[in-house]
């Protein structure tokens, strides 16, 4: 998921064991979201529902209230949990924040580890547009999308990450590692939820 891709590959810059650790976790969440995207939908909407309403209302709450992190940990806590809810039980609703976010999470991401020089709103605009641009069209082309979104930001998120854990620095290795992982979960994806879909309609 590439929210999560994005806190482990943060957590994995860090010095010492546990950055290690979270880089590992987040690199295998970034396979699973890459080959097994539409088949754990549910799973990753309610997390990625979770995590904005958290991010959001923690944000907002810190705002108001900076000295008291505790409440503010709760309040983001019991709305994370009312968003995920939500996202889980109104599917489309669900979709747009699945894609979005995780376009909007990988695309960040992978243009900061790329060109660290970058004024910091260029990649918070591009990813942010992004994430719209591809909410909007999961909704609209739900299947197909959703495989697509999937499959491309757990490719980008995991070869990124790759890249960071190993220390090295070339961008043009990272973009084909990138394209052949996502290539390699995208194809899975259209050939194992479409087996899944024949034999439901057999059955």
């Known amino acids: 998921m590439s929210v999560m891709d994005a806190a482990g590959s943060l957590l994995g810059r860090m010095e010492g064991g546990w950055g290690g650790v979270a880089a590992g976790i987040g690199i295998v969440i ?29 944000g907002t709450a810190m705002h108001f209230l900076d000295d008291k992190t505790g409440i503010c940990v709760l309040i983001g806590i019991a709305l994370g949990v009312a968003v995920a809810f939500l996202a889980y039980k109104v599917y489309l609703l669900g979709v747009f924040l699945l894609c979005g976010g995780m376009t909007m999470a990988a695309v960040y991401l992978f243009m900061t580890g790329n060109w660290p020089g970058l004024e910091s709103w260029i990649p918070l605009l591009v990813s942010g547009l992004s994430g719209v641009l591809a909410g909007v069209l999961s909704v609209m082309f739900t299947k197909p999308l959703i495989i697509l979104t999937t499959g491309i930001n757990g490719g980008l998120s995991a070869g990124t990450m790759i890249f960071e854990v190993l220390g090295i620095v070339n961008p043009v290795a990272q973009w084909i590692l990138c394209a052949v992982i996502a290539a390699a979960g995208t194809v899975v994806q259209f050939v194992t939820s479409g087996k899944s879909t024949g034999r439901r309609r057999r059955r």
């Open 30 to 58: 970034a396979l699973l979201h890459c080959f097994l995207g539409y088949r754990l939908l549910k799973v990753w909407i309610s997390v990625i529902g979770f995590l904005i309403g958290f991010l959001v209302s923690f």
